[in-house]
């Protein structure tokens, strides 16, 4: 606990002590659900802790918008309606608020018990592994893991591996990429060809940038002893946007499903309200990422596609159609412009470069500015994006045979009695591979300027 709250100290002090008062309001909520003697008394003290969590979520990641949107629907803008300041978002306050949601409704349904320890709840909320950007944890997967943990050697270099993967995802593979969008995006005019790179381009940079934090949070947590869930499942091979949502962010779209699709009816009601569902929690998780009409396009995209699915059944049909993977990646792809769009005006000037409505050839201004090495890891992006899974394979057939969970498969070299071992040299490659990945990394990371997560600003 102590750890965590230096390692949120050393970005702002102050925020650290909203991130204790959250801590310490759920707690006392919690315990009070648990002490409650009937089932009204329960609710009432549920839902005092869930709006008090949201009020601060509220406050501090919406207001600045509401008060934007007010005074635009006036004619007017917010500083000449006398608000000359700004709130800051606390980093990381929408993936604690959410974890401190699911503990109350968890203890309110009596799907785990309140705990009676301040600090395991505090270390839990404040767990520096995810604590900036997930993945989203519920306390009863970690209760057991707070109190007791197993470390190992073995461990230990296993959360090395994955925390050097999720390096090399973020600094060689999303960072290396980055300004082909940012070039796309700040362009007024892009033609088709550079709407089209700096869609694809954001498409790879968002995964690779997200899906890396999640593997060094993963990482670190396997190098104290924990054991996280996944966040991602290669969801560029869906064929569906509801299979998609089933690998992209795993945790929110797991906690979305649990409290927020479930308590408004899920698809317990008519058809017509589980297309409502669906949409007013794609709309909600949208909005989720940020405040700005965007994210609730964004949100609204998704939404209406998983409507649509449903509806027509399209979900068990896609594994037969040759082009569903294909039109799925389209349509994510799109829905990432507005996604990354800073308006919703830059969004339309994307939209517009898509269709050919300023041209279709690269400008070569388009180019200048651009490191020569960008494509390339464009074209490695895109690759890694597909085979991921037979790399998954090797990656874990080399920690199978490692561990001596794997089978020894030996055979003669013709024409000499040498035996070779292929588990020790798959093993030995990876190590090497991990170590050539950590090497390049750094060094790439000690040239470059500071390149946040992306996640961070949600």
Not at 202 to 223: K, N, P, R, V
Not at 246 to 266: A, F, K, M, T
Not at 355 to 378: C, E, K, M, T, Y
Not at 389 to 409: H, R
Request: charged share 15%; glycine share 8%.
């Amino acid at each position: 606990m102590l750890g965590s709250y230096v390692f949120y100290a050393w970005w702002r002090v102050d925020f650290l002590l909203l991130l204790f008062l959250v801590t310490l309001w759920t707690y006392g909520l919690g315990l009070k659900i648990q002490l409650a003697t009937s089932e009204a008394r329960k609710q009432l003290f549920c839902s005092i802790g869930v709006i008090g969590c949201l009020l601060v979520l509220g406050v501090f990641k919406y207001l600045n918008f509401f008060l934007d949107s007010f005074a635009a629907l006036a004619g007017t803008s917010a500083q000449e309606m006398g608000v000359h300041w700004r709130l800051i978002l606390p980093i990381g306050i929408s993936f604690y608020i959410f974890q401190s949601i699911s503990y109350l409704v968890d203890i309110r349904r009596g799907d785990a018990p309140a705990t009676k320890s301040f600090i395991d709840f505090a270390a839990f909320i404040a767990l520096f592994p995810q604590l900036i950007a997930g993945p989203i944890l519920r306390f009863k997967d970690l209760a057991d893991q707070i109190v007791y943990r197993e470390h190992s050697v073995r461990l230990f270099t296993d959360g090395m591996t994955r925390f050097t993967i999720g390096l090399a995802k973020k600094i060689l593979l999303a960072d290396s990429i980055a300004p082909i969008a940012d070039a796309a995006f700040s362009s007024a005019d892009p033609t088709f060809g550079e709407a089209l790179l700096g869609a694809v381009a954001y498409t790879l940079q968002l995964y690779f940038d997200f899906s890396g934090y999640s593997d060094m949070a993963i990482g670190l947590g396997m190098m104290i002893g924990f054991r996280f869930i996944e966040n991602f499942n290669r969801p560029y091979i869906s064929r569906s946007i509801t299979e998609f949502w089933r690998r992209w962010h795993i945790s929110l779209s797991v906690w979305l499903r649990d409290y927020l699709y479930i308590p408004l009816g899920g698809n317990r009601g008519s058809v017509y309200r589980t297309y409502l569902n669906l949409c007013t929690v794609m709309v909600l998780g949208g909005l989720w990422h940020g405040a700005s009409w965007t994210f609730v396009i964004w949100g609204a995209w998704h939404g209406g596609w998983l409507a649509l699915e449903r509806m027509t059944g399209w979900v068990k049909k896609a594994d037969g159609v040759w082009f569903s993977l294909p039109l799925t990646f389209v349509i994510v792809m799109i829905g990432w412009v507005v996604f990354r769009a800073e308006t919703v005006s830059a969004a339309m000037d994307i939209y517009a470069g898509l269709v050919g409505a300023n041209g279709f050839a690269i400008r070569p201004d388009f180019l200048i500015g651009l490191p020569q090495d960008a494509f390339i890891f464009l074209c490695i992006s895109a690759l890694i994006a597909a085979s991921e899974g037979k790399l998954q394979s090797w990656f874990s057939s080399a920690d199978k045979d490692e561990a001596g969970g794997g089978v020894m498969v030996g055979r003669d070299l013709p024409g000499t009695s040498q035996t070779v071992v292929l588990p020790a040299i798959r093993s030995m490659s990876l190590t090497l591979a991990t170590s050539a990945l950590l090497v390049l990394a750094v060094a790439k990371l000690a040239e470059q300027s500071f390149s946040p997560f992306l996640y961070f600003q949600f």
